[in-house]
C-alpha cells in the first residue's frame, strides 16, 4: 500500500489549488479515504472523507463549502480542490487510508497560504 500526495504549494489568501493523492497496492474506491491537515504546534486534524459506499462525503465545519473531496477510480487517485484558501489553511496535508486494519499514510505535501 503506498498514497503519493502532490499539488501544495504557496498561493495567496482567495486562490485555489488541487491536491492529488495517487493511491497503489490497493484499489482506493473500495475503501474510505481521508484527507488530513497538520499545522505547525498543532494536532493532525481531518479535513474530509470519501466513502467507499456511494461515494458520500464529509467535511470539517472548517472547510466546508470551500473544500471538495473526490476520487478518479480509473486513475486510482483520490483529490482535494481547496477554494478561497485563508492562511488558517496553512499546513501539511495527507492521505490517509485504513488498510487491513492498520492506518496508511503518504509523504505529505506542503500548503501555504499567504500573501
Known amino acids: 500500500v503506498q498514497l503519493v500526495e502532490s499539488g501544495g504549494g504557496l498561493v495567496q489568501p482567495g486562490e485555489s489549488l488541487r491536491l492529488s493523492c495517487a493511491a497503489s497496492?490497493?484499489?482506493?474506491?473500495?475503501?474510505?479515504m481521508r484527507w488530513y491537515r497538520q499545522a505547525p504546534g498543532k494536532e493532525r486534524e481531518l479535513v474530509a472523507v470519501?466513502?467507499?459506499?456511494?461515494?458520500?462525503?464529509n467535511y470539517a465545519d472548517s472547510v466546508k463549502g470551500r473544500f471538495t473531496i473526490s476520487r478518479d477510480n480509473g486513475k486510482n487517485t483520490v483529490y482535494l480542490q481547496m477554494n478561497s484558501l485563508k492562511p488558517e489553511d496553512t499546513a501539511v496535508y495527507y492521505c490517509?487510508?485504513?488498510?487491513?486494519?492498520?492506518?496508511?499514510w503518504g509523504q505529505g505535501t506542503q500548503v501555504t497560504v499567504s500573501s
Open positions: 470519501i466513502n467507499s459506499a456511494g461515494g458520500g462525503t
Open positions: 490517509n487510508v485504513i488498510f487491513g486494519g492498520y492506518p496508511y
Open positions: 497496492g490497493f484499489t482506493a474506491s473500495h475503501y474510505h
